[in-house]
Protein backbone atom coordinates (compact mmCIF):
# COMPACT_ATOMS: atom_id res chain seq x y z
CA UNK A 1 0.00 0.00 0.00
CA UNK A 2 2.74 1.98 0.97
CA UNK A 3 4.53 1.48 -2.55
CA UNK A 4 1.54 2.44 -4.58
CA UNK A 5 0.96 5.82 -2.46
CA UNK A 6 4.63 6.41 -3.18
CA UNK A 7 4.86 5.68 -7.10
CA UNK A 8 1.61 7.47 -7.63
CA UNK A 9 3.05 10.46 -5.61
CA UNK A 10 6.67 10.19 -7.36
CA UNK A 11 5.25 10.53 -10.95
CA UNK A 12 2.88 13.70 -9.96
CA UNK A 13 6.64 15.38 -9.00
CA UNK A 14 8.82 14.33 -11.48
CA UNK A 15 6.96 17.26 -13.18
CA UNK A 16 7.26 19.95 -10.64
CA UNK A 17 9.84 22.51 -9.99
CA UNK A 18 11.33 23.47 -6.93
CA UNK A 19 9.37 26.82 -5.26
CA UNK A 20 12.45 29.06 -5.03
CA UNK A 21 15.27 27.39 -6.81
CA UNK A 22 15.88 26.56 -10.68
CA UNK A 23 16.16 22.69 -9.75
CA UNK A 24 13.49 20.07 -9.41
CA UNK A 25 11.46 19.87 -6.37
CA UNK A 26 13.00 16.32 -5.49
CA UNK A 27 16.58 16.87 -4.12
CA UNK A 28 18.20 14.21 -6.53
CA UNK A 29 21.45 14.71 -4.01
CA UNK A 30 20.02 14.99 -0.77
CA UNK A 31 18.32 11.00 -1.68
CA UNK A 32 21.13 9.54 -3.11
CA UNK A 33 23.41 10.39 0.35
CA UNK A 34 20.45 8.65 1.83
CA UNK A 35 18.67 6.44 -0.22
CA UNK A 36 21.60 3.87 -0.10
CA UNK A 37 21.92 3.48 3.68
CA UNK A 38 18.56 3.69 3.70
CA UNK A 39 17.79 0.23 1.83
CA UNK A 40 20.56 -1.15 3.95
CA UNK A 41 18.43 -0.41 6.90
CA UNK A 42 16.03 -1.90 5.31
CA UNK A 43 17.56 -5.20 4.75
CA UNK A 44 18.40 -4.89 8.55
CA UNK A 45 15.19 -4.32 9.54
CA UNK A 46 13.33 -7.07 8.11
CA UNK A 47 15.61 -9.20 9.64
CA UNK A 48 15.03 -7.91 13.07
CA UNK A 49 11.23 -8.18 12.06
CA UNK A 50 11.64 -11.68 11.78
CA UNK A 51 13.41 -12.06 15.45
CA UNK A 52 11.28 -9.69 17.25
CA UNK A 53 8.19 -10.53 19.10
CA UNK A 54 4.74 -9.13 17.81
CA UNK A 55 4.26 -7.47 21.02
CA UNK A 56 7.49 -5.77 20.94
CA UNK A 57 7.18 -4.53 17.47
CA UNK A 58 3.84 -2.89 18.54
CA UNK A 59 5.09 -1.08 21.35
CA UNK A 60 7.97 0.48 18.95
CA UNK A 61 5.46 1.38 16.50
CA UNK A 62 3.33 3.22 18.55
CA UNK A 63 6.54 5.52 20.39
CA UNK A 64 8.11 5.73 17.18
CA UNK A 65 4.42 7.25 15.86
CA UNK A 66 3.55 9.46 18.45
CA UNK A 67 7.36 11.26 18.94
CA UNK A 68 7.45 11.70 14.75
CA UNK A 69 3.86 12.49 14.68
CA UNK A 70 4.50 15.26 17.65
CA UNK A 71 7.57 16.83 16.28
CA UNK A 72 5.82 16.94 12.56
CA UNK A 73 3.32 18.79 14.39
CA UNK A 74 5.14 20.87 16.39
CA UNK A 75 6.85 22.28 13.05
CA UNK A 76 3.83 22.82 11.23
CA UNK A 77 2.37 25.03 14.06
CA UNK A 78 6.22 27.39 13.44
CA UNK A 79 5.94 27.11 10.17
CA UNK A 80 2.55 28.50 10.23
CA UNK A 81 3.55 31.27 12.66
CA UNK A 82 6.71 32.14 10.37
CA UNK A 83 4.02 32.52 7.09
CA UNK A 84 1.49 34.56 9.26
CA UNK A 85 4.03 36.87 9.81
CA UNK A 86 5.25 36.76 6.56
CA UNK A 87 1.82 37.71 5.28
CA UNK A 88 1.40 40.27 7.78
CA UNK A 89 4.11 42.10 6.79
CA UNK A 90 3.83 41.96 3.63
CA UNK A 91 0.20 43.03 3.88
CA UNK A 92 1.31 46.26 5.52
CA UNK A 93 4.08 47.13 3.48
CA UNK A 94 1.53 47.01 0.17
CA UNK A 95 -1.03 49.05 2.21
CA UNK A 96 2.32 51.99 2.51
CA UNK A 97 3.50 51.32 -0.75
CA UNK A 98 0.24 51.07 -2.97
CA UNK A 99 -3.59 50.73 -3.14
CA UNK A 100 -3.46 48.10 -5.38
CA UNK A 101 -3.68 45.10 -3.18
CA UNK A 102 -6.22 45.84 -1.18
CA UNK A 103 -8.38 42.38 -2.14
CA UNK A 104 -4.50 40.30 -2.54
CA UNK A 105 -5.37 37.18 -1.14
CA UNK A 106 -2.44 36.10 1.27
CA UNK A 107 -0.61 33.68 -1.15
CA UNK A 108 -0.58 36.98 -3.49
CA UNK A 109 0.94 39.41 -0.98
CA UNK A 110 3.85 37.05 -0.44
CA UNK A 111 6.97 38.02 -1.29
CA UNK A 112 8.97 36.33 -3.92
CA UNK A 113 11.79 36.27 -1.57
CA UNK A 114 9.33 34.72 0.60
CA UNK A 115 8.07 31.77 -1.66
CA UNK A 116 9.84 29.35 -0.30
CA UNK A 117 6.83 28.35 1.81
CA UNK A 118 4.62 28.67 -1.02
CA UNK A 119 4.72 25.49 -3.36
CA UNK A 120 5.13 26.22 -7.65
CA UNK A 121 2.84 24.47 -9.56
CA UNK A 122 4.56 25.36 -12.73
CA UNK A 123 5.38 21.59 -14.27
CA UNK A 124 8.28 20.73 -16.85
CA UNK A 125 8.51 17.79 -19.27
CA UNK A 126 9.69 14.97 -16.85
CA UNK A 127 13.02 14.33 -19.32
CA UNK A 128 14.20 17.91 -18.72
CA UNK A 129 13.39 17.89 -14.97
CA UNK A 130 14.82 14.46 -13.82
CA UNK A 131 19.06 14.07 -12.92
CA UNK A 132 19.09 10.74 -14.94
CA UNK A 133 22.25 10.05 -13.73
CA UNK A 134 21.58 10.28 -10.11
CA UNK A 135 18.47 8.38 -11.10
CA UNK A 136 21.10 5.80 -12.53
CA UNK A 137 22.78 5.16 -9.59
CA UNK A 138 19.83 4.91 -7.34
CA UNK A 139 18.45 2.27 -9.66
CA UNK A 140 21.83 0.63 -9.82
CA UNK A 141 21.62 -0.17 -5.69
CA UNK A 142 18.14 -1.22 -5.98
CA UNK A 143 18.97 -3.24 -8.80
CA UNK A 144 21.62 -4.84 -6.89
CA UNK A 145 19.74 -5.49 -3.74
CA UNK A 146 17.06 -7.16 -5.51
CA UNK A 147 19.61 -10.01 -7.30
CA UNK A 148 21.73 -9.85 -3.37
CA UNK A 149 17.80 -11.15 -1.89
CA UNK A 150 16.72 -13.43 -4.63
CA UNK A 151 19.70 -15.33 -4.74
CA UNK A 152 20.30 -15.09 -0.64
CA UNK A 153 16.15 -16.82 -0.93
CA UNK A 154 17.98 -20.06 -2.43
CA UNK A 155 20.61 -20.48 0.55
CA UNK A 156 19.76 -22.14 3.83
CA UNK A 157 19.11 -19.54 6.25
CA UNK A 158 22.34 -18.86 8.48
CA UNK A 159 24.79 -20.58 5.86
CA UNK A 160 27.97 -19.20 5.16
CA UNK A 161 26.58 -17.66 1.37
CA UNK A 162 23.65 -16.66 3.32
CA UNK A 163 25.68 -14.30 5.60
CA UNK A 164 28.40 -13.40 2.16
CA UNK A 165 25.13 -12.27 0.61
CA UNK A 166 23.94 -9.91 3.42
CA UNK A 167 27.37 -8.21 4.20
CA UNK A 168 27.50 -7.64 0.61
CA UNK A 169 24.67 -4.77 0.58
CA UNK A 170 27.33 -3.17 2.94
CA UNK A 171 29.62 -2.55 0.08
CA UNK A 172 27.07 -1.46 -2.21
CA UNK A 173 25.38 1.19 -0.54
CA UNK A 174 28.21 2.28 1.17
CA UNK A 175 30.08 3.10 -1.77
CA UNK A 176 27.43 5.23 -3.86
CA UNK A 177 26.89 7.06 -0.30
CA UNK A 178 30.51 7.64 -0.28
CA UNK A 179 30.40 9.17 -4.18
CA UNK A 180 27.85 11.49 -3.11
CA UNK A 181 29.23 12.13 0.14
CA UNK A 182 32.91 12.93 -1.47
CA UNK A 183 31.50 15.34 -4.19
CA UNK A 184 29.55 17.53 -1.24
CA UNK A 185 33.08 17.91 0.69
CA UNK A 186 34.83 18.68 -2.36
CA UNK A 187 31.56 21.11 -3.52
CA UNK A 188 31.11 19.61 -6.70
CA UNK A 189 27.98 18.96 -5.13
CA UNK A 190 25.40 20.67 -3.23
CA UNK A 191 22.13 20.26 -0.92
CA UNK A 192 20.55 22.48 -2.92
CA UNK A 193 17.15 21.79 -1.09
CA UNK A 194 17.85 23.90 1.76
CA UNK A 195 17.01 27.05 0.67
CA UNK A 196 19.96 29.16 -0.61
CA UNK A 197 22.88 27.64 1.61
CA UNK A 198 25.26 26.48 -0.56
CA UNK A 199 28.37 25.79 1.56
CA UNK A 200 30.21 22.58 1.50
CA UNK A 201 29.21 20.10 3.95
CA UNK A 202 31.41 18.66 6.80
CA UNK A 203 32.36 15.01 6.93
CA UNK A 204 30.72 14.87 10.36
CA UNK A 205 27.37 16.11 8.85
CA UNK A 206 27.64 13.67 6.37
CA UNK A 207 27.87 11.06 8.56
CA UNK A 208 25.14 12.04 10.89
CA UNK A 209 22.91 12.03 7.58
CA UNK A 210 24.25 8.49 6.56
CA UNK A 211 23.52 7.41 10.50
CA UNK A 212 19.79 8.52 10.38
CA UNK A 213 19.10 7.49 6.92
CA UNK A 214 20.12 3.45 8.44
CA UNK A 215 18.29 3.86 11.33
CA UNK A 216 15.51 4.85 8.96
CA UNK A 217 15.70 2.11 7.34
CA UNK A 218 15.92 -0.03 10.28
CA UNK A 219 12.74 1.29 11.45
CA UNK A 220 11.07 1.11 8.17
CA UNK A 221 12.04 -2.53 7.83
CA UNK A 222 11.23 -3.46 11.13
CA UNK A 223 7.82 -2.07 11.56
CA UNK A 224 6.96 -1.74 7.88
CA UNK A 225 5.96 1.88 7.02
CA UNK A 226 8.23 2.66 4.36
CA UNK A 227 10.49 5.25 6.11
CA UNK A 228 8.61 8.15 4.76
CA UNK A 229 7.07 8.89 8.10
CA UNK A 230 10.63 9.28 9.59
CA UNK A 231 12.37 10.63 6.75
CA UNK A 232 9.51 13.22 6.03
CA UNK A 233 10.25 14.87 10.22
CA UNK A 234 13.94 14.42 9.58
CA UNK A 235 14.33 16.61 6.25
CA UNK A 236 12.06 19.70 7.98
CA UNK A 237 14.31 19.13 11.01
CA UNK A 238 17.27 19.62 8.31
CA UNK A 239 16.10 23.03 7.33
CA UNK A 240 14.62 21.42 4.11
CA UNK A 241 10.86 23.55 2.81
CA UNK A 242 7.70 21.18 3.41
CA UNK A 243 6.83 20.74 -0.06
CA UNK A 244 10.64 19.67 -1.21
CA UNK A 245 10.90 17.46 2.30
CA UNK A 246 7.48 15.79 0.85
CA UNK A 247 8.82 14.92 -2.12
CA UNK A 248 11.91 13.87 -1.48
CA UNK A 249 11.47 11.87 1.23
CA UNK A 250 8.33 9.91 -1.13
CA UNK A 251 10.59 9.32 -3.44
CA UNK A 252 13.38 7.32 -1.22
CA UNK A 253 10.63 5.97 0.21
CA UNK A 254 9.31 4.66 -3.20
CA UNK A 255 12.56 2.48 -3.68
CA UNK A 256 12.55 0.90 0.37
CA UNK A 257 9.29 0.18 0.69
CA UNK A 258 9.31 -1.64 -3.03
CA UNK A 259 12.45 -3.33 -1.56
CA UNK A 260 10.60 -4.27 2.13
CA UNK A 261 7.85 -5.68 -0.46
CA UNK A 262 10.25 -7.92 -2.30
CA UNK A 263 11.79 -8.98 1.19
CA UNK A 264 8.39 -9.75 2.53
CA UNK A 265 7.33 -11.78 -0.35
CA UNK A 266 10.59 -13.84 -0.09
CA UNK A 267 9.95 -14.32 3.42
CA UNK A 268 6.52 -15.45 2.48
CA UNK A 269 5.05 -12.95 5.07
CA UNK A 270 1.88 -11.25 3.57
CA UNK A 271 -0.83 -12.48 1.17
CA UNK A 272 -0.25 -11.37 -2.39
CA UNK A 273 -4.44 -10.67 -3.66
CA UNK A 274 -4.88 -8.56 -0.78
CA UNK A 275 -1.61 -6.50 -1.03
CA UNK A 276 -2.24 -5.91 -4.80
CA UNK A 277 -5.83 -4.35 -4.21
CA UNK A 278 -4.17 -1.96 -1.38
CA UNK A 279 -1.50 -1.07 -3.99
CA UNK A 280 -3.72 -0.05 -6.38
CA UNK A 281 -6.22 1.27 -4.21
CA UNK A 282 -3.73 3.85 -2.60
CA UNK A 283 -1.96 4.62 -6.17
CA UNK A 284 -5.27 6.43 -7.01
CA UNK A 285 -5.97 7.97 -3.65
CA UNK A 286 -2.11 9.47 -3.95
CA UNK A 287 -3.21 11.23 -7.84
CA UNK A 288 -6.51 12.46 -5.41
CA UNK A 289 -4.71 13.16 -2.54
CA UNK A 290 -1.89 15.39 -4.07
CA UNK A 291 -4.39 17.60 -6.39
CA UNK A 292 -6.38 18.37 -3.53
CA UNK A 293 -3.36 19.06 -1.50
CA UNK A 294 -2.23 21.52 -3.93
CA UNK A 295 -5.39 23.02 -4.97
CA UNK A 296 -5.55 23.77 -0.66
CA UNK A 297 -2.14 25.26 -0.49
CA UNK A 298 -2.75 27.47 -3.82
CA UNK A 299 -6.13 29.01 -1.80
CA UNK A 300 -4.38 29.25 1.78
CA UNK A 301 -1.29 30.47 0.78
CA UNK A 302 0.88 28.57 3.33
CA UNK A 303 3.27 25.32 2.93
CA UNK A 304 2.38 24.36 6.48
CA UNK A 305 -0.52 22.97 5.65
CA UNK A 306 1.65 19.88 4.35
CA UNK A 307 3.10 19.17 7.89
CA UNK A 308 -0.02 19.37 9.58
CA UNK A 309 -1.31 16.60 6.99
CA UNK A 310 1.83 14.53 8.06
CA UNK A 311 1.53 14.90 11.78
CA UNK A 312 -2.08 14.13 11.26
CA UNK A 313 -1.76 11.03 9.36
CA UNK A 314 1.20 9.35 11.58
CA UNK A 315 -0.96 9.73 14.74
CA UNK A 316 -3.93 8.37 13.04
CA UNK A 317 -1.42 5.16 11.97
CA UNK A 318 -0.29 4.97 15.18
CA UNK A 319 -4.23 4.96 16.28
CA UNK A 320 -5.07 2.20 13.92
CA UNK A 321 -2.28 0.06 13.67
CA UNK A 322 -1.05 0.32 17.24
CA UNK A 323 -5.17 -0.87 17.83
CA UNK A 324 -4.38 -3.90 16.10
CA UNK A 325 -1.50 -4.86 17.41
CA UNK A 326 -2.52 -4.27 20.94
CA UNK A 327 -5.89 -6.61 19.77
CA UNK A 328 -3.53 -9.05 18.40
CA UNK A 329 -1.38 -9.35 21.21
CA UNK A 330 -4.10 -10.09 23.51
CA UNK A 331 -5.25 -12.42 21.78
CA UNK A 332 -2.17 -14.47 21.79
CA UNK A 333 -2.40 -14.06 25.07
CA UNK A 334 -5.44 -15.97 25.57
CA UNK A 335 -4.43 -18.70 23.15
CA UNK A 336 -0.79 -18.97 25.85
CA UNK A 337 0.83 -18.41 22.17
CA UNK A 338 4.48 -17.94 22.58
CA UNK A 339 5.75 -14.53 22.59
CA UNK A 340 9.17 -14.34 22.97
CA UNK A 341 11.63 -13.78 20.43
CA UNK A 342 12.46 -15.93 17.37
CA UNK A 343 15.69 -18.16 16.16
CA UNK A 344 15.68 -16.43 12.87
CA UNK A 345 18.11 -19.83 11.65
CA UNK A 346 15.09 -22.01 12.58
CA UNK A 347 12.65 -19.58 10.74
CA UNK A 348 11.09 -21.20 7.80
CA UNK A 349 9.49 -19.16 4.55
Not at 40 to 63: K, M, Q, R, Y
Not at 261 to 271: K, S
Request: charged share 15%; proline share 3%; net charge neutral.
Amino acid sequence: MIMGAAVSTVYCNLKLKHPTLDMPVIDYDLVLLIQPMLMLGVSIGVICNVIFPDWLVTVLLIILFIVTSTKAFLKAIETWKKETIIITEAAKQSEQTTAGLDAASPSEILSDHDRNETPSDKEVSIWKNVYWKEVGLLAFVWVAFLVLQVAKNYMATCSIWYWVLNLLQIPVSVGVAMYEAVGLVQGRRVISSKRNEQNSLRAHQLFVYCFLGVTAGVVAGLLGVGGGSIMGPLFLELGVPPQVASATATFAMMFSSSMSVVEYYLLNRFPVPYAVYLTILAFFAAIVGQRVVRKLIDLLGRASIIVFILSFMIFISALSLGGVGISNTIHKIERHEYMGFENICKYEA
